[in-house]
């Protein structure tokens, strides 16, 4: 068995009814794995733009590369985990119980440390965005966690490459 | 002009040069048939049920290679053309599959005969549209027949909301198809077919692996400019018997689980393995780490994700059949390679396909060797199973498009309804429609449109009275425990034949295959069938058992 490898594909598709359930379908429908899924229209509002975080071996990330660019709706596949440096980012909102104000003040550290802006704060609870890549979310989360996390909602991935490479 | 939906669909057709649509009507449908009540030009072919519309659609297209078309209602209309369409995303068959959906207003609702057709067809067809206004059917059918015929062909479906077939809009036919997100690659990169050419001059013990791409591509005379300009041996898959011809002294036949077992050997020994629109399927490769151990792969075709899916390939060539063979012909010379050659000979005359013939049983290989003897011309539509394997094996098939069978799928219940297809896209062919007792009655209602066409098909049923690939299975693998495969409760079918107005025989001794095939021949104003009763228990040999590796092939007599 070959090494398993994440890649983050960027698929450039029609803005159209049911495409996203086209991609899904033929992830699931072959036994390919989905980490991550972004979708939304860009700034042409023709096209929307799917950001996919994926795993498999070198034949199968191959496969999924292929399989991809058969669907009629797809117009571009780039597979940013090789074709270039790439930059990527993520946005998670996460709702914590501030009941005591202690807590609060903690909580309101750790999130000047990893960068969250508050977005919301009630009396017993406060919602910070983080924004970040996987390896900051994950130290964010791990710390929030310890003051109990009442609800966390993330965008999934979305990445681009870096400079003029396309 | 405004014209309803249903008419534009029609003219749309018109523009597509579509001369049959196979179709069942139905409610949400009913506008469509109406507009092609009286049509001449697109000539609608009612069949009894829409499993039937889609494989004659599929038969047609394969007959022809031009792109075939069924028509069905939504809701049970739909789901009944799922199998066809299925059969035909398989073997990669051009085909526009059109239904009636609800009213927009009801789509969602779980209105009576709603279905999701675009859901449920979505993994198994090229591409799919569902169409709420009349103003997009000219686009969308100038756009799904251009999909459907061209890079890898497949089944293209258009689901029409009913107040869309009724409404009007202006027809205005698009002249050229352009989709931004489909440009399907046709030539072959130069550099990796000189370097396919540069491993060809070599190789020492090379061997050409063709499949039904070479079919669709129309790519059987390039490919027999390569196999006699190299006189490198070939063996040709069950989806591309007719490619090549296989009388010819290079041909080594089919491969893989029941192919030859020539083929199969020369897999195991050659060093060059040329695969040309074919995909290593398992029931050619068997045991993948024991396929072609020590040869090099060339792999041509059109479906990139086809290439290094099942089997590591050297040199991926990614295009059209047809482009990339031209072009390898130009630069193609091979080594010496007559001492491979003398190897591959003797296996072919030590291995043949062989079964021992019986003085009070009809064996069904000999009633193969018969209709090839009578009828080598014909173009056969096989059904699955046993009498499949046994119609590749004895029929030597020496033109493209000469045999039709589901090889993908393995669709018990295509032939009959294919072979109607087929033999109204060639009028002038004979057409042999080769069947299992248990295939054929699956799809027997088809025989009331070839009756009432009066299609002369000649339908030949091998009867032994079982599910025989299966019992054969039961037989080797489950110990002999014959579980749903006894079919001995079967009606006559010669009798039932007749009381569908066709012509019915029914065969029990060898001594009356040939009256009964020259019979046939004669009648030529309607379908007959024969009902051939064969030796029950005969099995397909040579056999590679799942799994296996293709040296291990069991010979069977041998």
């Excluded at chain 2, 060809?200 to 061997?207: F, G, N, S």
């Excluded at chain 2, 490198?232 to 011809?245: H, N, R, S, Y």
């Excluded at chain 2, 003797?346 to 000999?366: A, I, T």
Aim: glycine letters at 8%; proline letters at 5%; one cysteine or more.
């Amino acid at each position: 068995m070959n090494p398993e490898e994440r890649h983050i594909f960027s698929v450039l598709v029609e803005n159209r009814f049911g495409v996203l359930a086209r991609v899904a379908g033929l992830f699931s429908g072959r036994g390919f794995n989905i980490d991550s899924l972004n979708v939304a229209e860009t700034h042409d509002k023709s096209i929307s733009q799917i950001t996919l975080v994926t795993h498999g071996d070198a034949q199968i990330i191959e496969q999924i590369y292929h399989h991809l660019n058969r669907l009629i709706d797809v117009i571009e596949v780039t597979d940013l985990s090789t074709a270039g440096t790439h930059v990527e980012r993520e946005l998670v909102l996460i709702k914590i119980a501030t009941d005591d104000p202690q807590k609060r003040t903690e909580v309101l550290q750790v999130a000047e440390v990893f960068r969250g802006r508050v977005i919301d704060m009630k009396p017993a609870s406060l919602v910070l965005e983080v924004t970040g890549d996987e390896g900051k979310l994950k130290a964010a989360i791990d710390v929030f966690n310890t003051y109990g996390i009442l609800e966390l909602a993330r965008t999934g991935k979305i990445a681009m490459l870096r400079g003029s490479e396309k | 002009m405004e014209l309803s939906g249903a008419q534009i669909l029609v003219d749309g057709l018109k523009r597509e040069g579509v001369e049959y649509i196979f179709g069942v009507n139905g409610g949400a449908a009913m506008p469509i048939f109406d507009a092609l009540y009286g049509e001449t030009e697109v000539k609608l072919i009612p069949m009894r049920h829409e499993q039937g519309a889609s494989h004659a659609a599929d038969g047609y297209a394969r007959a022809t290679g031009k792109v075939g078309v069924a028509l069905a209602t939504s809701g049970p209309g739909a789901t009944n053309l799922v199998t066809g369409i299925a059969t035909a995303y398989m073997d990669s068959i051009p085909m526009v599959a059109i239904t009636g959906q609800v009213f927009t207003h009801y789509i969602g609702s779980d209105a009576f005969q709603e279905c999701d057709v675009i859901g449920v067809t979505r993994p198994i067809c090229k591409h799919s549209y569902l169409i709420k206004s009349s103003d997009e059917i000219a686009d969308v059918v100038a756009e799904a027949f251009h999909i459907a015929k061209t890079g890898k062909p497949g089944p293209v479906i258009i689901d029409i909301a009913k107040d869309a077939q009724n409404n009007e809009a202006l027809f205005q036919y698009p002249e050229t198809v352009d989709i931004r997100s489909y440009k399907p690659q046709v030539h072959g990169d130069p550099g990796q077919i000189a370097k396919a050419a540069a491993l060809i001059k070599e190789a020492k013990r090379p061997m050409l692996y063709a499949g039904g791409g070479v079919v669709l591509a129309n790519a059987s005379e390039e490919l027999r400019q390569l196999t006699l300009n190299t006189q490198i041996p070939i063996t040709v898959t069950l989806m591309g018997l007719g490619a090549f011809p296989e009388t010819h002294p290079l041909a080594m036949e089919m491969p893989g689980m029941h192919g030859s077992c020539c083929a199969n050997y020369a897999f195991t020994d050659s060093d060059l393995v040329i695969a040309v629109g074919s995909r290593f399927d398992d029931r050619v490769t068997g045991d993948l780490s024991k396929f072609a151990p020590n040869a090099k792969k060339i792999h041509i075709d059109i479906d990139a994700s086809c290439i290094g899916k099942n089997v590591p390939v050297d040199v991926p060539i990614v295009g059209d059949a047809k482009s990339v063979l031209t072009e390898l012909n130009k630069q193609v010379s091979t080594a010496d390679i007559d001492p491979w050659r003398a190897q591959i000979q003797e296996w072919k005359q030590k291995y043949p396909f062989e079964y021992e013939q019986k003085s009070d049983v009809v064996m069904p290989q000999y009633v193969i060797e018969k209709i090839y003897e009578h009828y080598s011309d014909a173009i056969v539509v096989a059904d699955v199973g046993q009498h499949q394997m046994w119609a590749a094996q004895y029929f030597k098939f020496t033109e493209p498009r000469q045999w039709l069978n589901s090889g993908g799928l393995g669709t018990m219940g295509f032939s009959l309804p294919a072979a109607i297809g087929a033999q109204l896209g060639c009028p002038d062919k004979t057409v042999v429609n080769i069947n299992g007792d248990g295939s054929y009655i699956m799809t027997i209602q088809e025989l009331v449109p070839a009756v009432t066409m009066k299609l002369p098909l000649k339908v030949f049923i091998i009867n032994n009275m079982y599910l025989g690939m299966v019992r054969q299975w039961q037989e080797l693998f489950h110990g002999k425990r014959y579980s749903a495969v006894d079919y001995h409760d079967n009606p006559d079918f010669a009798l039932l034949a007749q009381a569908f107005g066709a012509t019915g025989l029914r065969v029990e001794h060898p001594d009356d295959v040939e009256p009964a095939l020259q019979k046939a021949k004669g009648i030529t104003d309607g379908p007959v069938v024969i009902d051939f009763i064969v030796d029950e228990e005969e099995n397909v040999f040579p056999m590679v058992p799942a799994g296996a590796g293709l040296g291990d092939v069991i010979r069977g007599l041998s």
